[in-house]
């Protein structure tokens, strides 16, 4: 095939070198992510999520596992493609990578296991179909690296379909957090100093966020960072790949966005807001654009739960940011409201969990926060709220979770507040007020 026919002698040996330096070079002792890439035979291992939010890292805690299990540096191939020196790569040349791997090491082609690892490789043309090649006709494990879920799912579909598994990597949990800055992530019995590490760090990780790189910097320097990830993830991500018409809609759009956190998103009153000042768009256009900054890993958008696929689109969802700290930086007020904030880092760790997740609205027209059913088959309802002392704020929430037990089924039930812990029995079942940080330490266990 044309594809496999590159000779650039010039790039083959630039290929080399990168190979060889990477396989020497040592690896930094980094935070262990919660989640767990289990290869299966066959099958190409895809990690996806936001860009900055620790892939590469994650890649690197491979690496350092299978060089734990003695596997010889040799069968590792550990490529970044946001290397300058492999900018030149065309679709022709994907043999020269082949050949410059094999070319040194003849003796493994087609006997000994060789781990293919390789970060952000999707921009280049014609990948997938050498990864299609490896996959067939070597003995090796794939894994890849990308920050878009739309670009990756639609090459896939050309030629790996039903060859690939995908895991979703978001930024720093509240749990991972934890074990960055070495605090015990149990939540049994906690000594008066344990809970005190605990609750300063739940301090710290409201202002800070998830993205790995702002730990350690001052509230400006983070604020500046989290600016710079949403340029590179609004022009790289979303306006080259997308072939975007309107880039200063898109942007405004995005920022707009931030600010309605956990609120219902009208398409056809963000068209004409845009209208009257000044730009034509559609509703077409902005439900595109809303798409591409969720493929981005950028929004998580929450629909409606009905049992009528018809309806639950036509019903607007609600919105969130993949990382509440990088929305506060970017002029949301989420951080003067302590109860959004919530809803958002609630929203992260459920998204982590699930994609079957939505927002339930009762007969009564009582609304849930989120709706989540994990992959075991358990079903949650969960609401979000500051606090629960007032008796007004405690009817409502408690109102629209009993009704919608009822209606459900659902036996269990959890308001999540900043402070508040109490179990309350219901003739429906039992609802648990949970702080959120512990709530976070112990979903899905």
């Given at each position: 095939m044309v594809i496999f026919a590159g000779m650039n002698m010039e790039l083959r040996q630039a290929l080399r070198e990168i190979i060889l330096d990477r396989q020497q070079m040592e690896l930094e002792v980094s935070t262990p992510r919660d989640l767990v890439i289990e290869p299966y035979e066959k099958k190409v291992s895809i990690c996806m999520g936001v860009r900055r939010c620790g892939k590469s890292t994650l890649m690197e805690g491979i690496v350092a596992g299978l060089r734990k299990k003695r596997v010889a540096r040799e069968n590792i191939v550990w490529l970044n493609f946001m290397d300058d020196r492999l900018a030149a790569l065309e679709e022709?040349?994907?043999?020269?990578?082949?050949?410059?791997?094999?070319?040194?090491?003849?003796?493994?082609?087609?006997?000994?296991?060789?781990?293919?690892?390789?970060?952000?490789?999707?921009?280049?043309?014609?990948?997938?179909?050498?990864?299609?090649?490896?996959?067939?006709?070597?003995?090796?494990?794939?894994?890849?690296?990308?920050?878009?879920?739309?670009?990756?799912?639609?090459?896939?579909?050309?030629?790996?379909?039903?060859?690939?598994?995908?895991?979703?990597?978001?930024?720093?949990?509240?749990?991972?957090?934890?074990?960055r800055a070495k605090v015990s992530r149990k939540v049994g019995r906690l000594s008066t100093t344990q809970r005190m590490e605990v609750l300063r760090a739940w301090?710290?990780?409201?202002?800070?966020?998830?993205?790995?790189?702002?730990?350690?910097?001052?509230?400006?320097?983070?604020?500046?960072?989290?600016?710079?990830?949403?340029?590179?993830?609004?022009?790289?991500?979303?306006?080259?790949?997308?072939?975007?018409?309107?880039?200063?809609?898109?942007?405004?759009?995005?920022?707009?966005?931030?600010?309605q956190v956990g609120a219902l998103f009208s398409v056809s009153k963000v068209c004409k807001d845009f209208s009257s000042m000044g730009y034509s768009v559609s509703r077409e256009t902005i439900s595109q654009y809303v798409q591409w900054l969720e493929d981005a890993f950028f929004l998580i958008t929450v629909p409606a739960f009905s049992a009528s696929m018809g309806k639950q689109q036509r019903r607007m969802h609600k919105v969130y940011c993949t990382d509440h700290a990088m929305a506060a930086s970017l002029g949301a007020r989420i951080t003067a409201n302590i109860g959004q904030m919530l809803e958002n880092i609630v929203c992260v760790e459920l998204r982590r969990h699930t994609h079957d997740l939505y927002y339930y609205t009762t007969q009564n027209k009582y609304e849930v926060d989120f709706l989540a059913t994990l992959s075991g088959g358990g079903r949650h309802l969960v609401q979000v709220c500051h606090a629960m002392d007032d008796a007004t704020t405690r009817r409502r929430e408690l109102r629209a979770l009993t009704t919608a037990m009822q209606e459900t089924g659902i036996k269990n039930a959890w308001v999540v507040t900043e402070g508040h812990e109490e179990d309350i029995p219901t003739p429906h079942g039992t609802i648990h007020a949970l702080p959120a940080w512990k709530w976070l330490l112990t979903f899905g266990e």
């Open positions: 022709g040349d994907w043999n020269d990578l082949y050949e410059a791997y094999y070319s040194l090491y003849p003796e493994k082609r087609r006997k000994e296991k060789v781990y293919f690892i390789f970060d952000e490789m999707q921009d280049y043309p014609g990948w997938q179909l050498f990864i299609e090649r490896l996959r067939r006709d070597e003995k090796c494990e794939i894994y890849l690296t990308g920050s878009s879920s739309k670009l990756l799912s639609k090459e896939i579909a050309t030629c790996l379909r039903g060859r690939t598994m995908t895991w979703e990597l978001y930024p720093f949990s509240f749990g991972e957090y934890l074990t301090e710290n990780y409201k202002q800070t966020g998830g993205f790995p790189e702002v730990y350690g910097l001052s509230a400006e320097r983070r604020r500046q960072l989290h600016q710079e990830y949403f340029s590179s993830i609004l022009y790289h991500d979303v306006v080259e790949r997308n072939a975007v018409g309107q880039p200063l809609v898109l942007r405004s759009l995005a920022r707009r966005m931030l600010n």
